[in-house]
């Protein structure tokens, strides 16, 4: 009696016997011309998500950060493309196992069903994330752990892949062909995320000058310094606060019904030992300076104090020393002044602040918030960009002098470094800049 036996199945029986310690009870001889397929399938699909597809969405969220929400919908689109992917090419690999009698027991399958298990909870990470994110405006906890747990899932991935050609026995050009692309991949993805680690990225550059533009610096040009306003400007004004600029300067010592001054988080923890931010003393006597003025205005400004307070930060837990606003002669919370409390950087989160601004006089067309207090790089910019966005057409400025923060040292920074950085991303944003003296 003569056999025949098609290549397909002869590159199965090939593979099974590869694998030494399989029973050959176990195996489904029935359906092992359709392991080079499913194999085939397998490969491509998880090459293509762990190779391609999962960390160039990681790569491009960073490279287009100054792109805002397109970045993260992109990050997000091309995530769950990779995602489906990696279930998809999970299925075809646990076909092949079943029907070799491999699930179990090596390296690649268990290492691979490992990696792809703890991916799946991957998207609800980034949600929970996310959500911290645009709530604080700053990197916490839950960012370092969706980003480092996806680093490392995927470049456990990445390394999987070479485990599961050498299980397959591929020719020496597939292993050679695959290590030069993974390896590339791999090499970009960790200088990408090492230099935004290190550097923190590239910043928002300024808007290329256009005749808008050119118009707003026509407008700013035939402005003149009045010495009776409370603060001297010597910002340059984006477009959209221009009319606004003008309007102040033309206020002169009358002041504005509408001028709100917003004092964020001058607590004691902050400013006074056994940790103060840098300069803290003159930062607080700029500070005086400006309430002093701001209320001595015709009309007086309208004072509203920030409070920022943790349950779990033992400096910021509510009702204790280090918790309480500073106050000195100078600088001291009056009867008529409000309180708002929150719990996040932006200090329109979940607050009572709108409620305090937007009061029965309150015209948004009108409005000037004047903003001033720490930490300028955690609240005071975070509060000002959600001012922006849910006041467009007020005029929102900064006061000179009268913030801080603390060194940031992982970026080898000084406080007033920090602060003049900020300061500048806020002046491209159309914040002004006002000066205490």
């Not at 199945?9 to 499913?38: E, K, M, Q, R, T």
């Not at 026995?169 to 990408?192: C, F, K, L």
């Amino acid at each position: 009696m003569s056999y025949s036996i098609s290549t397909g199945v002869f590159f199965s029986f090939v593979l099974a016997s590869l694998f030494s310690n399989a029973s050959a009870g176990d195996i489904i001889f029935a359906d092992l011309p359709l392991v080079p397929n499913y194999a085939k399938a397998h490969g491509i699909l998880m090459g293509l998500a762990f190779v391609v597809v999962l960390p160039g969405g990681a790569i491009l969220v960073r490279l287009l950060s100054s792109k805002g929400k397109t970045a993260v919908w992109l990050h997000i689109g091309l995530q769950l493309v990779g995602w489906v992917l990696m279930i998809s090419g999970l299925a075809m690999g646990a076909k092949v196992g079943k029907i070799l009698d491999r699930l179990e027991n090596n390296a690649h399958t268990i290492l691979g069903t490992v990696v792809v298990a703890l991916l799946l909870f991957q998207p609800l990470f980034g949600f929970f994330h996310h959500r911290r994110f645009m709530a604080t405006q700053k990197r916490g906890k839950l960012t370092l752990f969706h980003v480092w747990y996806g680093r490392i899932l995927i470049l456990l991935g990445i390394l999987n892949g070479g485990f599961g050609l050498k299980l397959a026995a591929n020719s020496s050009g597939g292993n050679i062909a695959y290590g030069v692309v993974a390896g590339v991949v791999g090499a970009t993805y960790v200088a990408v995320l090492v230099h935004f680690e290190v550097t923190g990225g590239s910043k928002t550059s300024s808007t290329t000058q256009n005749v808008a533009m050119e118009e707003a610096s026509k407008s700013l040009a035939i402005l003149r310094r009045d010495k009776d306003i409370p603060y001297y400007n010597d910002a340059t004004f984006g477009v959209r606060k221009v009319l606004a600029a003008e309007m102040q300067c033309k206020m002169g010592s009358e002041g504005s019904p509408n001028r709100i001054l917003l004092v964020i988080d001058v607590q004691r923890c902050i400013m006074y030992p056994p940790n103060p931010i840098p300069g803290s003393a003159e930062v607080l006597h700029n500070l005086e300076t400006a309430l002093a003025r701001e209320r001595a205005a015709s009309p007086p400004t309208k004072v509203i104090w920030i409070r920022h307070g943790e349950e779990d930060d033992p400096e910021f837990t509510p009702n204790t020393p280090s918790w309480e606003i500073v106050q000195t002669e100078s600088f001291r919370i009056q009867d008529n002044e409000a309180i708002v409390d929150k719990t996040t950087p932006d200090g329109f989160y979940k607050t009572s602040l709108a409620s305090h601004i937007e009061t029965d006089t309150f015209d948004p067309q009108t409005l000037q918030l004047v903003v001033m207090g720490v930490q300028s790089d955690f609240c005071v910019q975070a509060t000002i960009r959600s001012a922006i966005a849910r006041y467009p057409s007020a005029r929102v400025s900064l006061v000179h002098g009268a913030h801080g923060t603390y060194d940031n040292e992982k970026r080898g920074k000084s406080a007033e470094e920090v602060s003049e950085q900020i300061e500048r991303e806020l002046k491209d944003e159309g914040v002004v800049i006002e000066y205490v003296n």
